[in-house]
C-alpha cells in the first residue's frame, strides 16, 4: 500500500454539530468528494449503516473508505461495555475493506461540552492511565482479529491531548497492539510541535488527518474563553494551505519515512460558510502542489 489521500465528512456534515450541514446528503458529499479528485472517506453520520448499501453508493465513484471513529469509554465505563460497541464498529469497517479503526478516549472529554476548552482540560487519575492503557491493549487485540490496526486519536477537550499524554500513552502501551493518529490540526490548537510527534512515532502512526488552522481564531477561542464546539463554528479549522501549519516539512518527514496509508483532509468547517466542494479542491490543489501526489 502507498500514501493514498482522502477527506473526511466533516467539512459536509458534522458529526458532534449535526445542525451544521444538516441540508447536505450523503451523497452530495460523496460526489463532491470525488470530484475534487480524492478517492477515499471516513465514515459520516448519514452514511447507510449497511455495508452493501454503502458500497453501492461508494463504487460507482471510486471511493473507498479508510476508516471510521470510534468514541472508547474504558475510564468511565465497565469495559465490556466499550467492547461490545467496539466489535459492533470493527465488523462494520472490516466489511467496508478498512485497515485501521480511529479510537479517541471519551471518559472525561469536553470535546462536546460548553466549557472553556484550554481553561478546563480534563486529566487522568493514576487509575484511569492504567484503565486505559490496558484498555486500548485489548481492543487492539480485537482489531488484530480482523487483521486491523486501532489508531488512537489525541484530540482537543480530552485527556490525551498534549506532548506529555501522547508520549505516556505510546511509553506504557505495546507498539504491536496501540498505533497512533497523527493530526496536524490537533496538535497546533494545542500548542504541540508536530514534526517532533511525527519524528518520535513514526514507526507508529498509521494514520494521518491533515488539518490547517486559523492563528486569529485559535487565538480567539483563547481570549475569548471559548468551548471547542464554538471554536469549530468560529472557523478555526480549515483545509490544508489556508491557515498558519506549513506543511511542506510535516509532508518531507512523512515522505522520508516508512509511511504507507491514508492522508485524510480534515477540516470541519460550517459549511455555509466555507463551501466544502470549493474547500476540497482547494485542498487538492494544495497537496498535489506540496505532496506530487
Known sequence: MTITLGICPIGWTNDDLPELGAENTFQQALSEMALAGFTGTEI???YPKNPVELHSHLEPRGMSIASGWFSAFLTTKPFEETAKAFKLKLDFLH???????????QGHSIQCLDKPIYDEKPTFSEEEWHLVTAGLEKLGSMAHERGMEIVFHHHMGT???????????????HPDKVSLLFDTGHLVFSGEDPLYIYNKYANRIKH???????????????LKHSS?????????FTVPGDGMIDFEPIWHAIHTSDYQGWIMVEAEQDPTQANPFLYAQMAREYMNQVTGL
Not at 228 to 236: A, E, T, Y
Open 228 to 236: 471547542f464546539l464554538q471554536g469549530v463554528k468560529d472557523g478555526v
Open 208 to 222: 494521518i488527518h491533515f488539518k490547517d488552522i486559523r492563528e486569529d481564531r485559535m487565538n480567539s477561542v483563547k
Open 44 to 46: 459520516g453520520n448519514k
Open 95 to 105: 466489511a467496508m475493506g478498512s485497515k485501521v479503526i480511529v479510537v479517541s478516549e
Open 159 to 173: 485527556c490525551v491531548q498534549t506532548t506529555a499524554e501522547i508520549e505516556r500513552l505510546m511509553d506504557y502501551t
